[in-house]
């Protein structure tokens, strides 16, 4: 009797922690860095649509709930239509989008507590009709907060990406948000050294927030090292015109750094 109570309870407390799939995508992965301005944002999209690149069906969510940056990056100002209580991603560039920017006013500061932002995310999770997606790429804001928490504690998340500048000071956030996924068990893919260095006119390499601090919190963690993007103006040109590199210009050499990335990603997760 002993056991079969037992058996019970472990099988409600499983049932109760047990992470749902968003409906309509085969696999979530979400990059993070628990550090706002290492370009997340930017990467998030990019990645996304180097994925597209490889002829797979791509959505991209956009979680920061308070500071969405989705609207401007690929120039979406209208609203997602709503079909029998399902919110209807908008497609743009081939790639199903959903963002708490679509539903607001640019200039509408996001006044919330935290039980509305996990409200969002969930309504995000639960009541969109994505459709048919190998990859959901989810952008997650700074910090280590509600919305993190949401994703790793009820949704089925597959993998994390975590992208960070390699100075110190972003690092120190960066080894929280590894930290928090480790806890949480959530996968994480690997690291991303953004804005690593710049080429100069003069053909020189200038670290100017440092020099291999990704690499170096990769191996102390344990963790894979993806690789580095370098520091280059077209990449924010092209963001602030609604259309991001990879889809501006597929062949510059920031776009081919996206579709390794994009190459290693859909390794992993469906073979070559």
Sequence with gaps: ??????????????????????????????????????GKSTFASNLALALKNLNLKIGLLDADIYGPSLPKLFSINHK??????????IKKYNIQCISMGFLTEE???????????TSAIKTFTQK????????????????TGDTQLTFAQEVKVD?????????????QDVKRGIAMFDKLNVKIIGLVDNMSFFIG???KKYSIFGDGGVKKTSIE??????????????????????????ES??????????????????SIYLGD
């Design 128 to 143: 969109v009709d994505w459709n048919n997606l190998d990859f959901i790429i989810v952008d997650m804001p700074p910090g």
């Design 80 to 89: 997602p239509e709503s079909i029998e209580g399902k919110l209807i991603p």
């Design 221 to 246: 963690f344990d963790k894979n090292f993806l690789g580095a993007i370098p520091i280059n103006s077209d990449v924010g040109k092209f963001g602030d015109q609604g259309k991001p590199i990879v």
């Design 1 to 38: 009797m002993t056991d079969e109570k037992t058996s019970i309870n472990d099988a409600r407390r499983s049932k109760r922690f047990e992470k749902n799939p968003i409906k309509g995508t085969k696999f979530t992965i979400v990059i993070s860095s628990a550090k706002g301005g290492v």
């Design 201 to 203: 006119d003069d053909g």
């Design 107 to 117: 200039q509408t500061p996001m006044i919330w507590r935290g039980p509305m932002v």
């Design 159 to 171: 993998g994390a990406i975590i992208v960070s500048t390699p100075q110190e000071l972003a690092l």
């Design 249 to 266: 210009e597929p062949e510059h050499e920031i776009s081919k750094i996206y579709l390794n990335f994009a190459k290693q990603i859909k």
